[in-house]
């Protein structure tokens, strides 16, 4: 396995476990934020917004916790980029997703009988100060060439500071509980592993290298028990002696289907799914396996050859301890990622803020359990009637109505995209003008180039090219210096039929502009995304 790869794979628990360090340094002062997760010591009578706004397994999430934490990362957001009101309903919803995954971590290593002495918890806040000294340091030398060893305590000297004395302010500002946490799940994921067989025969079996044949049911035109039945139904022409590769060229949903299923190339472990590896290390030559669950449906697996590629300096001391520190990490992370997998499948989630829950349903729109359009519509209308109970339920906080009602919008427009659902003209008008008063709330409540180009489209759509060109210029305002939203108001002002004098005007007018700052260009990042598109 390639060390990309395995960093790739390693991604996935390293969000989960990491410490995320803010430290800012201005006029001599440090500042160091935590955000905690909710303790299960808040009053019962706490609910949806105001309090308690999720329970894991019965264990409380807290409103005030969350908000925090949400400030603290949209600051750092925010010092790049605005976020439109979509855009910050998705990452309020992803710092969700990541609070319910450091509980679960909590409860497991709690259950799991892991224990964090004061030593370790010490130990660890003493690195993290190290880490964010060091990350300071390497900003303020920034551009310096010099070789004066106490560049630095000058700098900070102008500052009145000490490196002593910064490190006590990082010290102070870090949440010894949070280090507690991330002790915990660290040692979790130690035990979780602990039982690697790391044997010279065990490293040796991992560049081993297969060539096969298979066979996939796929589970997005079916459910899943659809595909297993029918994987069922082939392994029973196999065993009735079926030839593999007519079979499938029958069945198979793969793109070597043509090929009989066959790949022409040896496959060495880590390259196909964790669940094939698996199999394929018990597999006889010229034998089929059963059915295997993947992300894709189910699998039939047969193993035509197999070779062992050894690399020729796997014996080079300095070489073999880098592909045993690749073989260790491919296998901590096959295990750990089960393990968690299987925390969030058993796991009890009760969402009760609406917003949150409308988030959690956006998500799941991308599932592959829907498989035809009229379960599609069903689930966005759905989904879009949680967002309105969220901006019904807002009362005067308009921050998060205009996140609500922009994601209505941007659900709206989903609905309406070629080849999402079929549409009759009556539902098509219906949910055009829906997502228009949307759009008008969501802006009535919060500000958004992408909001309004939207509603300009509609617009301009409906004959209303005056109100349309007030929200261009509204944009255009905005956006004074935005190379990228410039091109998609002369796009909006191009559209425009019979706009007469002042659009052909303003087409000029803008299109100078573009060429006059052309250097500015970058790559457009588009409005954002929605499941399906």
């Known amino acids: 396995m390639s060390i990309i790869r395995l960093r790739e794979n390693m991604q996935k628990w390293t969000k989960v476990v990491i410490i995320v360090l803010a430290v800012a340094v201005s006029a001599g002062m440090v500042g160091l934020g935590f955000s905690g997760l909710g303790r299960n010591n808040q009053k019962d009578n706490y609910s949806g917004v105001g309090g308690v706004i999720a329970r894991v397994n019965g264990e409380k999430m807290d409103g005030a916790s969350f908000e925090k934490n949400v400030e603290a990362q949209l600051k750092q957001i925010e010092k790049d980029k605005t976020l439109s009101p979509f855009e910050a309903m998705k990452t309020r919803g992803r710092i969700f997703d990541s609070m319910v995954d450091q509980m679960l971590l909590m409860q497991a290593a709690k259950k799991e009988g892991i224990t964090v002495s004061r030593g370790d918890v010490n130990s660890a806040r003493d690195k993290a100060v190290d880490m964010q000294l060091e990350q300071i340091k390497q900003q303020a030398m920034t551009g310096y060439t010099g070789k004066d060893p106490k560049f630095f305590e000058n700098v900070l000297k102008r500052q009145d500071l000490t490196i002593d004395k910064l490190k006590s302010q990082i010290r102070d500002g870090i ?53 297993e039945i029918r994987a069922k139904e082939v392994v029973s022409k196999l065993n009735n002696g079926g030839d593999f590769a007519t079979v499938a060229k029958e069945y198979s949903e793969d793109p070597l289907k043509s090929k009989g299923g066959t790949f022409g190339q040896f496959i060495g472990k880590g390259m196909m799914e964790p669940e094939l590896d698996t199999a394929l290390s018990t597999l006889q030559i010229g034998h089929f396996s059963d059915p295997i669950k993947t992300a894709q449906g189910y699998v039939i697996v047969k193993l035509n050859a197999k070779k062992n590629a050894l690399p020729a300096d796997y014996n080079d001391s300095k070489k073999r301890k880098m592909y045993i520190d690749q073989y260790m990490g491919q296998k901590k992370y096959e295990l750990q990622n089960k393990y968690f997998e299987n925390l969030r499948k058993s796991a009890k989630i009760e969402i009760l803020n609406p917003e949150l829950k409308a988030y959690s349903m956006l998500k799941d729109l991308n599932s592959p359990d829907i498989t035809s359009p009229a379960d599609r519509k069903a689930k966005v209308l759905a989904t879009i009637e949680e967002f309105q109970r969220a901006a019904l339920g807002a009362g005067q906080d308009t921050s998060s109505m205009g996140r609500s009602y922009s994601s209505i919008a941007y659900l709206y427009e989903l609905l309406r995209s070629p080849g999402l659902v079929q549409l009759s003209k009556e539902d098509q008008a219906k949910y055009k003008a829906e997502e228009k008063t949307a759009l008008q709330s969501a802006l009535g409540n919060s500000e958004s180039n992408d909001l309004r180009m939207m509603l300009a489209s509609i617009l301009i759509a409906d004959g209303e090219n005056d109100k349309a060109l007030e929200n261009l210029s509204i944009v255009t305002d905005n956006a004074y210096d935005d190379y990228q939203t410039q091109t998609q108001v002369l796009g909006l002002y191009k559209s425009i039929k019979n706009g007469g004098p002042k659009v052909a005007s303003l087409i000029a007018k803008e299109s100078k502009w573009l060429a006059d700052n052309k250097q500015q260009q970058q790559p457009a990042s588009g409005m954002p995304m929605m499941p399906g598109r």
Not at 180 to 190: A, F, P, R, T
Not at 207 to 212: G, K, N, S, T
């Open 175 to 227: 949440d010894i509980n949070k280090v507690e946490e991330q002790v915990s799940v660290q040692k979790l994921g130690e035990k979780i592993t602990g039982g690697i067989d790391n044997s010279d025969a065990a490293i040796r079996a991992s560049f081993d290298q297969f060539q096969i044949s298979r066979i996939t049911i796929g589970s997005t035109s079916r459910s899943a028990v659809q595909a």
